[in-house]
Structures are given as structure tokens and as C-alpha cells.
């Protein structure tokens, strides 16, 4: 056994474990991981000994509706035979229905027997599953951890470097207002539109004005 299935076992000794097949939130995981092979394969062997489980259930209930029936018809002809001295046809009746007793009766023992068996064997499986969903899940959340910390550092770094950008990209706004506004002031507006039409014709890139009082608002 690995070292790790040993850490899980001792973590999940003596706890109580819901069969996991028949545990709607069980499958829930799985929409947010994968089932492995050996997830699969002892789902499947678990839900056929609980589909046995349930058979053998069902038939001794069967079984023993049937005995309470043969005990209660049994009654009476013992005692029509008693009234009526020897009688082979009630005889008869009374020795079938012991014989068909002592049947359930067999059958019963069986069922029991198989029912411990197969008890045993649902709680070993269901056991190996729990570990095996264990390890699963938390090598993905391992995996989704490493994931988070790495892209939480990396926005962090480019949270720090969109900051220094944005302050570069207003520094360069405005010095082009500043430098936009001089120019007017100094080579007047028919200069300016020169300039304009030689070295931005297409206007892509017009000057961004700021809004009087807040220097972080732009006007185009």
C-alpha cells in the first residue's frame, strides 16, 4: 500500500461512509473533475453488490411473508387432525407445509449469511473508493492551488506594472496638451493646422485635453 493510501485510511478509520454510488453529491464531484479508471471500475463493483444486496433483501421479506403464511395455515390442520384422529390427506398437508418451514427456514440462514458477506464486502469497496476519490480530488485541488498562486503573482505583477503605465500614458497626454497649447499660443491656429494636416491627417491621434479641476478626466 502506498504511503499515501495509508495517510487516507488512518484519516477515514472508524468514520461512518455513505455508499458513494447512491450519494448524489458523490457524483457532483465529478462535474468538476474526472472519474479515473480504477474510480470506474470500483463504482461499477460496488453497484453490483449493492443491487445484490438489495435482491437478497427483497426475497427475504418474501420469504418470511411466506413462513408467517405457512404457520398460519399449519394451525388449523393440526388441529382438524387432532379432532379427526388420523388423517392422511391433513397429515399430508401439515407434513408439506413443515417441509416448505423448514425450506424458508434454510433459505433464510442462507440470505443472512450472504447478507453479513456481502455487508463486509460493500464497506470494503465503498472504502477503497472513498481513498481513491480522495486522492483525486485533492491532486486536483493541489494542481488548482499551485495554479491560483502562480496566475495571483502574475496578476500582481501586471496590476503594478498597468499602474506605471497608466501614470506614463497621462504624463504623455499631458505633455502633448502642454505642448499642443504653447504651440497655439506662440504660431497661432493657421500654423497649428499646418502642422496638423503635415504630420496628422488622419486625426487618429487627436490631443486630449484635461477637465478643468481633475487631471485624470479627458476631454477629446
Known amino acids: 500500500m502506498a504511503k499515501n493510501d495509508e495517510v487516507y485510511m488512518s484519516a477515514?478509520?472508524?468514520k461512518s461512509i455513505p455508499i458513494l454510488t447512491l450519494d448524489n453529491?458523490?457524483?457532483q464531484l465529478f462535474t468538476q473533475t474526472e472519474m479515473t479508471p480504477e474510480i470506474e471500475a470500483l463504482a461499477d463493483q460496488l453497484n453490483a453488490l449493492v443491487e445484490r444486496d438489495g435482491k437478497i433483501r427483497t426475497e427475504t421479506?418474501?420469504?418470511k411473508k411466506l413462513k408467517k403464511k405457512l404457520l398460519a395455515e399449519i394451525v388449523p390442520l393440526r388441529d382438524q387432525a387432532t379432532k379427526s384422529g388420523d388423517s392422511p390427506q391433513i397429515e399430508k398437508e401439515i407434513q408439506d407445509r413443515t417441509r416448505l418451514i423448514n425450506e424458508?427456514?434454510?433459505r433464510l440462514d442462507s440470505h443472512t449469511d450472504e447478507l453479513l458477506s456481502l455487508s463486509k464486502e460493500i464497506y470494503d469497496i465503498d472504502y477503497?473508493?472513498?481513498i481513491e476519490t480522495m486522492k483525486v480530488c485533492y491532486e486536483r485541488l493541489h494542481d488548482n492551488t499551485d495554479y491560483i498562486k502562480a496566475m495571483d503573482e502574475w496578476i500582481s505583477k501586471v496590476r503594478v506594472e498597468l499602474k506605471k503605465n497608466v501614470i506614463r500614458l497621462q504624463e504623455s497626454?499631458?505633455?502633448?496638451y502642454n505642448l499642443y497649447s504653447y504651440m497655439h499660443q506662440i504660431f497661432?491656429?493657421?500654423v497649428i493646422e499646418i502642422f496638423d494636416m503635415k504630420y496628422d491627417p488622419d486625426r487618429r491621434h487627436p490631443v486630449r485635453r484635461p477637465l478643468a479641476g481633475?487631471?485624470?478626466e479627458y476631454v477629446e
Open 188 to 190: 497661432g491656429p493657421e
Open 173 to 176: 497626454e499631458m505633455e502633448n
Open 104 to 106: 424458508c427456514n434454510e
Open 128 to 130: 477503497k473508493l472513498m
Open 61 to 63: 421479506k418474501d420469504i
Open 214 to 216: 481633475n487631471e485624470n
Open 25 to 27: 453529491k458523490w457524483h
Open 12 to 14: 477515514l478509520e472508524g
